[in-house]
C-alpha cells in the first residue's frame, strides 16, 4: 500500500505565496505521475498541476505563470509552490499519484487527505 501524505497550505492574502508538499510512503516501485488537483465549494475537482515520469509538467490554464510543480525523487515527494495568489485559488488540494506498488501488476491512483488553501482578498 502507498499513502500520499501532504503539508503546507494555510491561509494568505492575496498576492502571496504558499508551498504544498506531498511525500508518497509505502512499498513503491515507479511512480507514473504525481500532481495536484483542487475542489473548490460548489465545483467539481480540477486538475492544477502534475509531472508525470519523465519531468515533463502539465498545468491548469488558470496558474500557470503562478504556479509551479517540482519534484525530488530520491524522497518521492513532489511540490507545488504557489505564488500570487488570488481568492479563487481558494480550495482543497489534494495530492494525487499513479504509483505502482509491490504486490500490485498495474498502476494505482492514490489522493492524500487533503489540505485548505484559503486566499483572502
Known amino acids: 500500500q502507498v499513502q500520499l501524505v501532504e503539508s503546507g497550505g494555510g491561509l494568505v492574502q492575496a498576492g502571496g505565496s504558499l508551498r504544498l508538499s506531498c511525500a508518497a510512503f509505502?512499498?513503491?516501485?515507479?511512480?507514473?505521475?504525481m500532481g495536484w488537483y483542487r475542489q473548490a465549494p460548489g465545483k467539481q475537482r480540477e486538475l492544477v498541476a502534475n509531472?508525470?515520469?519523465?519531468?515533463?509538467?502539465n498545468y491548469a490554464d488558470s496558474v500557470k505563470d503562478r504556479f509551479t510543480i517540482s519534484r525530488d525523487i530520491a524522497k518521492n515527494t513532489v511540490y507545488l509552490q504557489m505564488n500570487s495568489l488570488k481568492p479563487e485559488d481558494t480550495a482543497v488540494y489534494y495530492c494525487?499519484?499513479?504509483?505502482?506498488?509491490?504486490?500490485?501488476?498495474?498502476?494505482?491512483?492514490?489522493w492524500g487527505q487533503g489540505t485548505q488553501v484559503t486566499v483572502s482578498s
Open positions: 509505502g512499498s513503491i516501485f515507479v511512480i507514473r505521475a
Open positions: 494525487n499519484g499513479e504509483i505502482l506498488s509491490g504486490g500490485r501488476i498495474r498502476v494505482d491512483t492514490y
Open positions: 509531472i508525470i515520469g519523465s519531468g515533463s509538467t
